[in-house]
Structures are given as structure tokens and as C-alpha cells.
């Protein structure tokens, strides 16, 4: 204020009135500027005003995000269903997976006989049909596949297998035939690869085989032994030809390779292929006794048990069922082994224990009746539950044939089991045959010949017979097909 100059009162103020200096207003203006300099710059003071709407933006961005993410996941569990799905709602909307999955390059060897016999006589080669293998993603969706064909009613299920053909299995099969008709002979493995090229996703994956087992088998490695699960008139009786002619005499069982014939102590004395009704200690113990290196099972079925049998290594044979079915009607009543039924319009609805045997016989499963053909939950689960167990417990047999195809497997039963001598497989071999003589041969060469010395079941039964037999055994329509995939993979496909 020293420094200040003076003002002259006695000359009149030239300044308006509102910039005079006073108290008040100085008072006012120094508060304004400690507010002012209190107060963040201009750019702080705009970017603190916009912040909500950025961490609006970014809430937006996040959210839309997720929802993206969301319609994903709902488009991929509507092409896989997973295998758990409830069967009470499952219904309708696995028919509709089923056939998505098969439009999507069902048909291993394409589109039906007609488009596989291009090969002229002489070995030249076999043209590849159209289409592809069906490409399943593993053995996990297969039974997926499974399970939701399972919850067909009987009928729709046959005409989905029919008609799309999941395991690309049924077009291979007359593929196969027709070729087999046009050259006259059997197929190479090079030309069988043409009808089915290894599939880049196969239903034997994961390999559930214990290999080590075979490997110690093949090599005759004490307390090692091969169980057979024999599925009745699907090759059982040829299969132990197999091993008779592979073996030596001392380590087969003296009836039809069933070692419990005569064990004493047991449940039925004098009777063979009971294996069910042995502990696992048991069977081990009075097959090292025996020296016995062949276990069949012919009339019980097959417990996950048995696969802690030390040493085991498991085998079986598959046919058509209903082939099979027709054939033990022949092969028990038409030729008198025991039956009293003269006609199979009687002797079906009696047997109730033969229906779905296949699948019953792995799954251990117990036979309902009235289950195999309703609509209602507790029937679709419970189909959905045996497919399921069977498949799973056939995936660990390390050897799965297929006996319209024996005239392929010779490959695979060295591989697995190390016999070498497999001219058997190809030895139309029948129990009890001085029984009743038949015509058809003694040899079975090609997929074709097995149905030429067999009834047919189109021929021999009634339209109403024949779609009963056909829908009680729907299920077992099921596993033969995957069966039949698994021995395809295993056989066309590298370790």
C-alpha cells in the first residue's frame, strides 16, 4: 500500500460505479478467487464431467460381448447334445439331432451298391462310392448318438437307421456286397479303403483295450487266457475252431471251449458256459489248475467284473440280430434240439429273453418287457441306460468280429491274439451238425455268402412276425452298428 498511488479525492472518480473499490466487493472477489484456485483446470473439470458416460460405454461393449458369447454356446449344445440330456424331454429333440448328425456325411462307402461296384474282374480297383464316412467326433458322441436313437419308439428308430444310416455302416455293407459281386472275390485291404477311408474321428477313440494283456497272450505268457463272450448263432462255434487250430490241445476245455463244464461245486454241474456264476477268483484258480487258456461264456451275461480277471484278454462275434434270432428258431425247433415250438409266430412271443439279447448281454442289464416299445420317461431312460453301458463295456473287448465280414478279420485276430492260423475263420463251422445236415457249403467267402446258406428273414416270416421281431430287437439294431463301425476302424485305420 506504500507503493500504491495516491488518489486525489477531490477529482470525481472516472470509473463506472461496479469497478469502484469497496470493501464489500473485494471481500467478494477474494473469495472468488480462492474458490477459482481451489477448482481443478478446465480440461480436469470437462473429462471428470464425462467419465460416466465412458464407463457406460465400456459396461455396453462388456455386455454385448458375453450376449455374443452366449448365442455361441447355445448353436454348439444344440449341434452336441451331451449324453446326459433327461430322456423325458429328450425325445423329440434328439430324432432332430440324429438326423442333423447324419446329414452332415453319414454313409461310409456312399450312396448304395450302385455306386460301389465299378472294379471289373482281374483286380483292378474298386471305385470309392460317394459320400464319406460319417464323422463321428468320438466314442463319447457315439454314444450320444446312441442314446437319442434309443429314445425313438421302436419303429422310427429303424427307419432313422435305415434311412440315415449314423455309423456309416449299412451303405458300406452293400457297397462291400456289390463290389464283392463284381470282381468275383473278396476285397483287398487297399480296396476296402477305398469303401471306408479311416475317418479323421472315430468312434474307437479313446482305445480303451488293455494291449499289454493281448501282447502277453500272443506270446503264450503263463496265466493268460482269452474269454470269449458268445453270443448265441453269431460264430461262437467257429471261433473256437480258431482257437483249437491255434492252441495247443492241453490248453483247450473238452466242450466247445467252456472250461466250467463239470467244475464241481457249482451251479449247474453239467452245464457249460456260466461264467457269471463264478467268482473272478474262481475262474482264475481252476483255469491255472486246468491249464485251460480259453474261457467261454455262452449263456450268462457279461459283468464289468470280468475285466479284473488277471491275464484276460476278451473277445466276441456279432451278427445281424435278427438273422441271429431266425437262425436259433432253426437251429432249436425247425431241427429239434429241444424246442416244442413248431413256428416261430409262437416261439417269439414266448421268448422274451431274446429280445435286445445283444444289448442285455453287455450292459448286464435285466429284461422289461414292456419297456423296449413305450414313449413314457421311465422307458426312454432306461433303453437310453443299456445302449449306453453296452457300448461302453464293448469299446474295452480287444477284439470285436463281425461275421458277415470273417473273410476281413484275419488281420485283426493275428494282431490281438497271435494266432496264425486263421483259415477257420473262413470254415463254415455248425454245433451238433450230425443232427441235421445242411446245404450251403463248407466255406464262407465275402459278405454275401453267410445269408446264402441261412433263412432269410424277409422270405420265412409273416409282415406282422416279421416287424415284431424286427422292433423287439431295435436296440440290438443299435449296438450291432457300432460294433460293426468299431471293427472297420479298427481294422482300416493305423495304430
Not at 91 to 106: E, I, L, P, Q
Not at 120 to 144: C, F, N, R, T
Not at 194 to 212: A, G, I, N, T, Y
Amino acid at each position: 500500500e506504500h507503493c500504491a498511488p495516491r488518489r486525489d479525492a477531490s477529482r470525481p472518480s472516472t470509473s463506472p460505479p461496479w469497478l469502484e473499490p469497496s470493501s464489500a466487493v473485494s471481500s467478494v472477489a477474494k473469495k472468488a478467487l480462492r474458490d477459482a484456485q481451489r477448482m481443478p483446470p478446465k480440461r480436469a473439470r470437462k473429462d471428470s464431467l464425462l467419465a460416466p458416460a465412458w464407463s457406460l460405454r465400456v459396461c455396453l461393449v462388456i455386455a454385448c460381448f458375453v450376449y455374443f458369447l452366449g448365442v455361441l454356446m447355445i448353436n454348439s449344445n444344440r449341434q452336441e447334445p451331451p449324453a446326459s440330456e433327461a430322456a423325458a424331454g429328450g425325445g423329440r429333440r434328439k430324432g432332430k439331432v440324429v438326423a442333423g448328425f447324419a446329414a452332415g456325411g453319414a454313409g461310409a462307402a456312399g450312396a448304395g451298391a450302385a455306386g460301389a461296384a465299378g472294379a471289373a474282374a482281374g483286380g483292378a480297383a474298386v471305385q470309392p462310392a460317394k459320400g464319406s464316412v460319417a464323422p463321428l467326433e468320438s466314442l463319447d458322441y457315439a454314444i450320444s448318438v446312441a442314446r437319442s436313437l434309443a429314445a425313438l419308439s421302436p419303429d422310427e428308430l429303424l427307419k432313422t437307421l435305415a434311412e440315415k444310416d449314423p455309423f456309416g455302416v449299412r451303405r458300406f455293407d452293400e457297397a462291400l456286397v456289390a463290389a464283392e459281386a463284381k470282381l468275383g472275390a473278396t476285397l483287398s485291404k487297399e480296396q476296402l479303403r477305398e469303401l471306408f477311408p479311416c475317418p479323421r474321428r472315430r468312434v474307437s477313440l479313446p482305445d480303451l483295450r488293455d494291449h499289454s494283456r493281448a501282447e502277453a497272450f500272443s506270446a503264450g505268457l503263463p496265466d493268460t487266457f482269452l474269454f470269449f463272450q458268445h453270443l448265441r448263432k453269431a460264430g461262437g462255434t467257429g471261433f473256437c475252431s480258431l482257437a483249437e487250430a491255434n492252441l495247443p490241445r492241453k490248453n483247450l476245455p473238452g466242450y466247445y471251449c467252456m472250461p466250467d463244464y463239470g467244475w464241481e461245486g457249482g451251479w449247474r454241474q453239467r452245464q457249460a458256459g456260466f461264467l457269471k456264476h463264478w467268482s473272478n477268483e474262481e475262474i482264475t484258480r481252476r483255469l491255472r489248475e486246468k491249464g485251460h487258456r480259453v474261457a467261454g461264456n455262452e449263456w450268462d451275461k457279461f459283468q464289468v467284473r470280468h475285466f479284473d480277471l488277471p491275464g484276460a484278454v476278451f473277445a466276441t462275434s456279432f451278427r445281424r440280430p435278427l438273422d441271429r434270432a431266425l437262425s436259433q428258431f432253426r437251429f432249436e425247433c425247425a431241427e429239434h434240439r429241444g424246442c416244442t415250438h413248431e413256428r416261430p409266430e409262437t416261439w417269439w412271443p414266448a421268448r422274451p429273453d431274446l429280445w435286445n439279447v445283444y444289448s442285455l448281454t453287455f450292459a448286464d442289464g435285466q429284461a422289461k418287457k414292456t419297456l423296449w416299445a413305450e414313449s413314457t420317461p421311465e422307458a426312454m431312460k432306461y433303453r437310453m441306460s443299456i445302449i449306453e453301458q453296452a457300448i461302453r463295456v464293448l469299446a474295452r473287448f480287444n477284439l470285436v468280429l463281425v461275421m458277415e465280414w470273417l473273410s476281413y478279420a484275419a488281420e485283426s485276430v493275428t494282431k490281438e491274439l497271435g494266432f496264425r492260423d486263421t483259415r477257420a475263420l473262413t470254415k463254415r463251422v455248425r454245433p451238433h451238425i450230425s443232427q441235421a445236415k445242411r446245404d450251403g457249403g463248407e466255406t464262407v467267402s465275402g459278405a454275401a455268402t453267410v445269408r446264402k446258406a441261412s433263412w432269410v428273414p424277409e422270405e420265412v416270416l409273416s409282415p406282422k412276425l416279421y416287424k415284431l421281431m424286427s422292433e423287439s430287437l431295435a436296440i440290438d439294431e443299435i449296438l450291432n452298428d457300432v460294433a460293426r463301425r468299431l471293427f472297420l476302424e479298427r481294422l482300416v485305420c493305423p495304430a
